[in-house]
C-alpha cells in the first residue's frame, strides 16, 4: 500500500523550518527519502532502516518511528534550493526495487 | 562518474503504437528499477531486474515488459500504447539494489501517446 504524506504542499520563507511525514499501513522496514526539483531526476536524500541505521546527506535529518510506522523528514533553515517534491518509499518487501512511493510534498522555499 | 542515462527523453507515439526505452545504469551497478510517474499517481514502480533477471514485478498489465543485458543495462517496452499511458519513465539504478543502498534515477523518458 502507499505511503500516505503530510502536508501536500508547503510553503516557507528562507530560515523557516518544515516538517514533512510519511506513514504507513504496514510494518516497515525501511523508509527512502527523494527529493525532485521541476524537471530533474529525483535525487537521494535519506534512508532510514529498522534498528535505528541511517544513510543520509549531513545536512538532513530525519526520524523513523517502526512501532507507529512513521518517518518524518526535518529542514531546518530551508534555502532557496530545498524548494521540490519530496517523495518517501517504503518498501514492499525484499529488496529496493520494490519500492512504494508516496505521492510527493512540494515544498516551495521563498526568499 | 557518469550517472544513469536514459534515451530517448522525449518521445510521441501514436494510440496502438509499440515503444522501447533505454536505461544505461551507473558503472558497476547490477540492479535497475522502472518506474512510471504521472501527476494523479506519483511514481509507481514497474520492475525491477538484477543481474539480468526480473526480480520484482509491480501492479503493471503484461503490456509493460523489460529485460536487462549482461552488461546491466536495461530496456522496457510497452506494446499497444494507450493514451493512459503517457508519463515520464524513470530508471534507477542501485549497486545491489538492497534496502539499505541509495538509488540514482535517471532524467527520464517522457513519452505522450496521441
Known amino acids: 500500500q502507499q505511503p500516505v504524506q503530510s502536508p501536500q504542499a508547503v510553503i516557507l520563507r528562507e530560515g523557516e523550518d518544515a516538517v514533512i511525514n510519511c506513514s504507513s499501513s504496514?510494518?516497515?522496514?525501511?523508509v527512502h527519502w527523494y527529493r525532485q526539483k521541476h524537471g530533474e531526476a529525483p535525487v537521494f536524500l535519506m534512508i532510514?532502516?529498522?534498528?535505528?541505521e541511517q544513510k543520509g546527506h549531513d545536512k538532513i535529518s530525519a526520524s523513523f518511528n517502526e512501532k507507529k510506522q512513521q518517518s518524518s523528514l526535518y529542514l531546518t533553515a530551508s534555502q532557496l534550493s530545498y524548494s521540490g517534491t519530496y517523495f518517501c518509499?517504503?518498501?514492499?518487501?525484499?529488496?529496493?526495487?520494490?519500492?512504494?512511493f508516496g505521492k510527493g510534498t512540494k515544498l516551495s522555499v521563498k526568499p | 562518474k557518469a550517472g544513469v542515462t536514459q534515451t530517448p527523453r522525449y518521445l510521441i507515439k501514436t494510440r496502438g503504437q509499440q515503444v522501447t526505452l533505454s536505461c544505461s545504469p551507473i558503472?558497476?551497478?547490477?540492479?535497475v528499477s522502472w518506474y512510471q510517474q504521472t501527476p494523479g499517481q506519483g511514481l509507481q514502480f514497474l520492475f525491477e531486474?538484477?543481474?539480468?533477471?526480473?526480480?520484482n514485478k509491480g501492479n503493471f498489465p503484461g503490456r509493460f515488459s523489460g529485460r536487462q543485458f549482461s552488461n546491466s543495462r536495461s530496456e522496457m517496452n510497452v506494446s499497444t500504447l494507450e493514451l493512459g499511458d503517457s508519463a515520464l519513465y524513470l530508471c534507477?539504478?542501485?549497486?545491489?539494489?538492497?534496502?539499505?543502498?541509495?538509488?540514482?534515477f535517471g532524467q527520464g523518458t517522457r513519452l505522450t501517446v496521441v
Open positions: 531486474y538484477f543481474s539480468e533477471t526480473q526480480r
Open positions: 518509499g517504503t518498501e514492499k518487501g525484499g529488496s529496493q526495487g520494490n519500492l512504494i
Open positions: 558503472s558497476g551497478h547490477r540492479s
Open positions: 532510514l532502516l529498522k534498528g535505528g
Open positions: 504496514k510494518a516497515l522496514y525501511s
Open positions: 534507477a539504478s542501485s549497486s545491489t539494489g538492497r534496502l539499505n543502498t541509495e538509488a540514482f
